[in-house]
């Protein structure tokens, strides 16, 4: 009989992270998922930043949606101050696209 104990390596542990990760998680959905869940998700994908990308801000950042889709596309989602993110959300949007048309 062995004995001892099953140790897991972090190769191991590396290998079961990847096989649950993303589509391939039990829980996966896709998506259709909640708004707060989503914003997790993306913010758990795209690195926080130390400054404000717009304005160089050093001032506590907010994950802003940039096309208006709710997506796990991260091209959709970017890290901006409160104040940019304002004022980001104010901008007119194109009405075909989503996307936030540019005003001189
Ligand atoms: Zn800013």
């Known amino acids: 009989m062995t004995q001892g104990h099953y140790v897991r390596t972090a ?4 290998k079961y992270r990847q096989a649950k990760l993303g589509s391939k998680h039990p829980l996966w959905k896709s998506d259709d998922v909640s708004y707060v869940q989503l914003h997790k998700w993306v913010r758990s994908r795209i690195p926080l930043p130390i400054i404000c990308p717009k304005c160089c ?14 997506t796990r596309d991260l091209d959709n989602w970017q ?4 104040r940019c ?6 901008q007119p949007r194109n009405p075909t696209n989503g ?4 005003i001189d």
């Open 11 to 14: 190769e191991i542990k590396e």
């Open 57 to 70: 801000n050093p001032n506590k950042l907010q994950l802003a949606n940039i096309t208006g889709k709710y």
């Open 79 to 82: 890290y901006m101050c409160r």
């Open 85 to 90: 993110h304002f004022h980001f959300d104010k």
């Open 99 to 102: 996307k936030f048309e540019v």
